[in-house]
Each structure stands twice: as C-alpha cells, then as structure tokens.
C-alpha cells in the first residue's frame, strides 16, 4: 500500500518524507487556505520540490472547460502532479478528454460503487472513496472500499484506490485489508500507526535495564580499583 499524507503544510510534509514511507501528497484549496496567505500554485510546486512522487492538486471549476483550463495550468506546474477533478457529469467528461492528452488525473468525492466505476471508464488514474465521511452518516465506508475493490478487479481497472478522509490508524488497516492502493491521511495519523503501548512499555523497559546494567559495572569497576 502506498502512503499518501494529506496536507498542504510543508514541514508536515518534510517530516512524513523524512520517515522513508511517504509515496506521495493529496492537497487542495482548502487545505492550502489553512495555511494562510499562500499563493496555491506555488504551493503545489513547493510541494512536488520535497515529494519525488504523486501530488494531487484539485481544480475549483465546475464547468468541463473550466475544469480543463484549470487542469492545463496545474499539469504544467511539475511532472508529478495530478490533477483531481470531482466525480459530477462535467467532471466524467474532462476525466476523458485529460485521459486522451496524456494527463493523469485523480477522480475525488466519490461515494458509491457505481461513481467509481464510471470514473474508471473514463479513464481516472486514481479514485478517492471517502471513508469517513461515509462513516459519518452512520455508513461503513470501508464497504465502499471492498466493492470498488472487487469492481476493479472483476475488469481488470488500471484506476487505483486511494482511500481518502481517513480519520484514525483502523481505517488505514481496514483499507489495506480490502486491497486499497493507496491511503492518503492527516500527518498525525500517520504517525500514530506507530503508536501501542506495548512497544512504549517494552522499550521503557529496555532502556531501565540498561540504566541498570551500567550502573553494575560502575560499580564493579569502582570495586576492582579499590
């Protein structure tokens, strides 16, 4: 499984890169808006400048030739970017026509099987189901996981799923489990993948041991100079 990190935050994104596990970045506008008075292209190259693969960067337009503008200035930024374009009808088309230039794409705001699957047919490098916000509305969006999964296979669909909203470390295993492709997530869960107790308390444990051991041959050093 690839990890993504789902940000906009430069120093998130060195210390995720610093890690040796970080595959690629997810952004858009919003996430740059949470990073103050940023301009969004130079971001996004900033950006690709750190991560040596995938940096998703989203278009605002709703129109097929909005989106397609918008879609030619952000692939001309660096060759690592793809463009994410929301699954609605003019969204399918521009997935096509980027599809035919040449222009990878990543297909967002998908909530069921069947978007996914059009997605796919129009030829979407990635497909980003929102697990949590699913979850939200009292819905396992893991589900939506498995069955995009088993759509994809049954076709043998190139298009890779990125599982997106991802809110805590049981999402990120759920979704590996289903054979997602990639997980893209907050920096602070992440690193939380790392986190149990065991491993702090064995470790606390290690390192007592070791105090304890050295404090043994000081004093038997201090023994044997007497």
């Known amino acids: 499984m690839k990890f993504f990190v789902d940000t906009a935050n430069l120093e998130e994104i ?8 970080l595959d690629g970045v997810t952004t858009n506008p919003s996430l740059v808006k949470a990073e103050g008075n940023v301009d969004f292209h130079e971001r996004v190259l900033k950006i ?8 998703s960067a989203e278009v605002t337009a709703t129109d097929f030739d909005g989106m397609m503008e918008e879609a030619h200035t952000l692939a001309q930024i660096h060759d690592n970017v793809v463009v994410k374009i929301p699954l609605i009808k003019e969204g399918i088309k521009a997935l096509r026509a980027l599809d035919d230039e040449g222009i990878r794409t990543n297909c967002t705001l998908c909530f069921s099987p ?30 939506l996981i498995e069955e995009i999964v088993q759509i994809y296979d049954n076709y043998d669909f190139e298009t890779e799923v990125l599982a997106a909203s991802i809110r805590h470390p049981t999402h990120v295993k759920r979704a590996a489990l289903a054979g997602a492709d990639v997980a ?21 444990r290690f390192l007592e041991d070791w105090e304890e051991y050295q404090e043994a041959k000081e004093e038997e050093a201090a023994t044997a100079a007497v």
């Open 14 to 21: 060195r210390e995720a890169n610093d890690m040796g596990v």
């Open 48 to 55: 690709c400048e750190v991560v040596q693969g995938d940096v």
């Open 114 to 143: 069947t978007q996914a699957l059009v997605a796919a047919k129009a030829g979407a490098d990635y497909i980003s189901p929102f697990i949590g916000r699913i979850d939200d509305i009292s819905s396992d969006g893991m589900t």
């Open 184 to 204: 893209t997530m907050p920096f602070e869960t992440m690193v939380k993948l790392l986190d149990h107790p065991l491993t702090d308390r064995g470790l606390e």
